[in-house]
Structure formats: structure tokens, C-alpha cells
């Protein structure tokens, strides 16, 4: 891991970024000397890491106290995409335009995707947690997919919060009662972007014992800034 940039924020967050093999990514870290819990956060469907909305939660969680990752795997962000990528993303687009059946083509986007960034999440984590200021133990927020497949494989990570969920691959549907950690799961009641039906049901399929529903009136952008304050209470429950 080569870190390249880094700036000391108002708050005395210290912002980085660094680079891991192919793998461009931010860390975030607390003004505090003692090692912080870490937590993964990824926006959904392969956004990039420098999209304002997780930027802000991130600067946010990391004032609370604790270490904040992101990166771009692959297919993400700015990482290059395959044509047969870039032909379901332009599928995607069109279909939803249309008012067209978009299942199938999320499928064939989505799976591949969740499959492509899971391994580069897996090995950042370990990279990350080899840092001094970092002591662990480990959280998830952000995209529901990859996130079921992340606590799913990955034994380090004790608890996560998860946005949105109507459109997660079959895969995932699957692995989710494998998921037993403690969850956060945000639903936004009028996404036009998530079946709401699907998000509740992905719900009750989790495995976990404690899991937390949170659902609030609005569309896909709408989430309460309270939940981000929310989020750091349940992963200060869990990882502090």
C-alpha cells in the first residue's frame, strides 16, 4: 500500500489516498493517537470513492472516532470496465428510461460486479488492518450486495449497515441467510430505484439475530442525514 496524497481536514480528520496494486483508494483516519475501529464503506453499484454523498458520511464517521475505507474495485469508479460492462450499464439505462423489466439485465450487471470487487475489497481490508493506526475490530457500510457477500466470506467483519436492497443479485438473496452479524438496514420507502417488497423481504431473510430495520419516507437520494449519526451509534455499539 503507497500512500500519495494526504491533507489534515478541518476536524483533524487526515484524508489519504493510496494506492494498492490496481487498487486506488481513500483512508480517512481520527485525530486520535490510538488505533481506531475500521470501517468499510462502499457506495452502491460501483459509484466511485470520491462520490460527494460517501464522501461526506465518511469525513463524518471518521470525526466520530473511527478509521474509514473506500476504494474502487473493479469495474468501479473509474477502474476500466469491460464492452460487455458497458453494454449492461447502456441496457440498464435505456430499460429504466423506458418504464422496461430491468431484472434480468441487473442480474447479468450486478452479479459480475459483486463477484470482481469482493476479492479487492478482501485484500484492502488486509492491507489496512497491517497499519498501525488501525487496530480494528471491523465494520461494513453501504452497497447491499456487496456487503452480504463481504460478511458472508469474510470472518473480521462484526457488524454492517446496509442502503436501499431491492435489487441484489439471486446469489446474494442466497448468501444472506448466511449473514448472522448484527445489521443496520436502511430502506428508503419510496425508492423508485428498489423494489420495496424485495428490500423487506431480503430483510427477513438475514440470518442475524439483531438486525434493525430503519425505514424513512423519500426516494433513493432522500436518506436522513440522522441516519449517517444513527449508523455510528450501531457501530459504536458493536466495534468500540
Not at 490510538?34 to 464522501?55: C, F, T, Y
Not at 460492462?85 to 435505456?94: N, P, S, Y
Amino acid at each position: 500500500m503507497y500512500f500519495t496524497s494526504e491533507q489534515r481536514l478541518d476536524d483533524g480528520v487526515l484524508e489519504r489516498e493510496f494506492t494498492l496494486g490496481e487498487i486506488p483508494g481513500t483512508l480517512w483516519t481520527p485525530g486520535s493517537a490510538a488505533p481506531a475501529p475500521l470501517i468499510l464503506m462502499a457506495h452502491n453499484n460501483g459509484l466511485p470513492k470520491a462520490q460527494p454523498r460517501l464522501v461526506a458520511r465518511a469525513r463524518h464517521t471518521a470525526a466520530s472516532g473511527y478509521a474509514v475505507a473506500t476504494i474502487d474495485a473493479a469495474g468501479c469508479g473509474n477502474r476500466p470496465r469491460s464492452a460487455a460492462d458497458e453494454r449492461a450499464r447502456a441496457e440498464l439505462r435505456r430499460a429504466m428510461q423506458a418504464g422496461e423489466p430491468v431484472d434480468e439485465i441487473f442480474e447479468s450487471f450486478i452479479g459480475p460486479l459483486v463477484e470482481q470487487a469482493a476479492p479487492e475489497w478482501q485484500i484492502t481490508l488486509e492491507a489496512l488492518l497491517a497499519l498501525p493506526e488501525i487496530g480494528g475490530p471491523v465494520g461494513y457500510s453501504g452497497w447491499t450486495a456487496l456487503g452480504i457477500r463481504l460478511a458472508a466470506v469474510e470472518p473480521r467483519i462484526a457488524a454492517a449497515g446496509f442502503f436501499a436492497g431491492g435489487y441484489v443479485p439471486l446469489a446474494q438473496r442466497e448468501e444472506a441467510r448466511q449473514v448472522t452479524i448484527p445489521l443496520l438496514f436502511l430502506l428508503q420507502w419510496d425508492d423508485e430505484g428498489n423494489p420495496r417488497q424485495r428490500a423487506l423481504d431480503l430483510f427477513d431473510g438475514f440470518g442475524s439475530k439483531e438486525k434493525t430495520l430503519h425505514a424513512n419516507l423519500g426516494g433513493h437520494t432522500g436518506t436522513p442525514w440522522f441516519e449517517v449519526e444513527d449508523g455510528d451509534r450501531f457501530f459504536g455499539r458493536h466495534l468500540k
